[in-house]
């Protein structure tokens, strides 16, 4: 059977959101929610979250699943208020914990910060699976963006988070911590290894000017036509565009913040004794190399 879904654009971060669900039931997924943020202000907000939960209402979904497809680097999660809201549980890649060591580190947090998982309700390992409905969802580990990179399959559509864009943006950057090319190439060549007619869900898009962004392609065109990796390309021809690009990438605006809400799963820093919470923003920390 194959799922039902709803993209929502995230026009500030040029990112995607998803609602999934059994066109015979109530049972649906939320894959990769938003919460709205200004860095200048600090101020963060759950317009885009609310969207998704007025949908839900209005469809009379149940919500099982929270879905992040890896820690994100250009918004921020908004998996901890959707759970408070709708009760549905937290899943992402089981090597979260590598990102989260790296940014505890990088970012001196205390030790009650556990980089262990814990603050999602699911690790997932490859090949692990989660019942949605009448639906199936499957986790494919498709590392190399960051390590913790995991696409999901559910039916005849697949959300392969930052792995690709679309094919006239080619693929994801490979140069955060624990990310490289090699693997990103072979995470790929997992994804191209589905029937061709797969509906293929986009992170995000970035059109030009007066265009619409596109959530969806198939993966026949991916393999044809993506700017970066088609086919026939090889691994060898793929890290060397991927890494002579890397190089000439500034770090994403909202990094710092977005890694420090989404390693704790959207959960907001822990607040001081004046009640207030704090973003850190660690100097020269992204001289990683
Ligand atoms: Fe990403």
Redesign the pocket.
């Given at each position: 059977m194959n799922p039902q879904v709803t993209p929502f654009f995230h026009a500030a971060t040029s990112a995607w959101s998803y609602i999934v669900c059994d066109a015979d039931g109530d049972a649906a997924a939320i894959i990769d929610p938003v919460l709205d943020f200004d860095p200048a202000s600090g101020r963060v907000w759950a317009e885009s979250a609310s969207t998704l939960l007025q949908y839900l209402r209005e469809h009379a979904l149940e919500p099982k699943w929270i879905l992040e497809?890896?820690v994100?680097?250009?918004h921020l999660t908004a998996a901890a208020w959707l759970k408070r809201r709708t009760g549905a549980q937290t899943a992402i890649g089981a090597r979260v914990t590598e990102v989260q060591r790296t940014f505890k580190a990088l970012l001196d947090l205390d030790d009650d910060f556990a980089p262990d998982g814990s603050q999602f309700d699911v690790l997932l390992e490859d090949g692990d699976t989660l019942p949605l409905g009448g639906l199936r969802i499957e986790a494919i580990a498709t590392p190399g963006?960051?390590p913790d990179g995991v696409s999901y399959r559910i039916g005849d559509a697949v959300f392969i988070?930052?792995t690709l864009f679309g094919p006239a943006l080619g693929s994801?950057r490979c140069d955060f911590p624990g990310g490289d090319a090699a693997t990103l190439f072979a995470s790929v060549q997992k994804l191209y290894a589905l029937p061709p007619e797969t509906r293929v869900f986009l992170?995000?898009d970035y059109p030009k000017d007066g265009e619409a962004p596109r959530s969806q392609v198939t993966l026949a065109e991916q393999v044809c036509q993506n700017k970066h990796i088609v086919r026939d390309t090889t691994a060898e021809q793929f890290v060397a565009m991927r890494t002579a690009r890397d190089a000439t990438l500034s770090v994403p605006k909202l990094l710092w913040p977005a890694l420090q809400v989404n390693i704790r799963a959207g959960n907001l820093p822990s607040a001081t004794s004046s009640g207030r919470r704090f973003l850190k923003l660690p100097l020269n920390a992204n001289e990683w190399e």
């Open positions: 497809t890896h994100h680097a250009d963006h960051t988070g930052d994801a992170c995000h």
